[in-house]
């Protein structure tokens, strides 16, 4: 959940003041938590002093840092500020672009400021890649948009690939309080290296869905298997609705059958979706599409559901992985976050 802090607070426009108009994408490259905290504290005082909503998501205990950082500033916290735990609303790096998307159309009238920390130290390979796609993707899907972005990577603990990744999706880069060109801006390139292919796990479950009437038989089947391996209550409802979006989703933009494979991976359990179909727009499934756009609109509620997403798509077929964590119930409503 995005929450919203209100009090008085005023700032001083400086260093991070960019004076340009549309979407302006930047990263910050962090050495020590007080670079970190000095930096951050400035873009959100120079944002609200510029009268623009800010919205700040970093991992939980980075919150509690900020705020005392501007508490102890004397800055205390405006109506125009915004905080969210990154690990509740960004668990899934897929759907927080919906987030971010959301938070610009909330203020039309207004200029904007995302804080972000998408890509925290101790995430898992194949979140990194989601959280690469992101960043690249995100260039495109706010384009032209009044929002100043600052992405959040903590140098001393991120691997070089990593940081190299993100040179590679932000146009522009912080140095010294400076920002300057990336040379390595290359967000297409960065794009490609995430499209791997995903290889067929053996042992899987598997359920081909050839036509509508397979859809009702597939959900039994998924429920039988999430049941028997010990998904929870929760987890297996949403279960029924990844599975039933991703093969209609194949039925009804393909002419093959949609072939679902079902396992238990560490701590998550897995529904995959392969087809023939090639999906041609990245950023189907990321935004909410509103009322139109079938397609859209089931890819945007898997996104929304899982706690994370990988996709692959050639000109011979798609592969589509939903990734449900194991644990107590804890309600779907609270799980899905923002």
Known sequence: MIESESAGMTGRVGDTKTDRSGFVHSALFYRSQR??????????????????????????????????????????????????????????????????????????????????????????????????????????????????????????????????????????????????????????????????????????VTYLVRKSADLRPARSFAVDYAGWVGLSQDGIEDLQLIATELATNSLMYTDGACRLAFWRDDQHLICEARDTGRL??????????????????????VNAISDLVRTHTASTGTTIRAYLRFGPSRGSRSRRGG
């Open 280 to 301: 041609d727009d990245p950023l189907v499934g990321r935004l909410d599409p509103g009322p139109s756009g079938p397609a859209s609109r089931g890819l945007f509620l």
């Open 35 to 204: 670079e970190y905290l000095d930096h951050v504290v400035r873009f959100v005082v120079d944002g609200l002093a510029g009268d623009e909503a800010v919205l700040v998501a970093v991992p939980g205990h980075e919150l509690a840092l900020l705020r005392d950082a501007l508490h102890g500033a004397g800055r205390g916290f405006p109506a125009g500020l915004h905080m969210a735990d990154i690990a509740e609303v960004g668990r899934n790096p897929t759907r927080f672009m919906a987030a971010e998307g959301s938070f610009v159309d909330e203020h039309p009238d207004r200029r904007v400021r995302i804080v972000s920390q998408l890509a925290w130290p101790g995430r898992t390979e194949d979140e990194f890649v989601a959280c690469i796609e992101h960043e690249a993707l995100i260039n495109e899907a706010l384009d032209g948009c009044p929002a100043t972005g600052l992405c959040l990577f903590d140098a001393s603990r991120l691997d070089d690939d990593v940081l190299a990744e993100a040179r590679a999706t932000h146009p522009l880069l912080w140095d010294c309080g400076a920002l300057h060109r990336s040379a390595e801006y290359a967000p297409g390139d960065a794009l490609g290296r995430c499209n791997q292919p995903l290889a067929v796990k053996p042992g899987a």
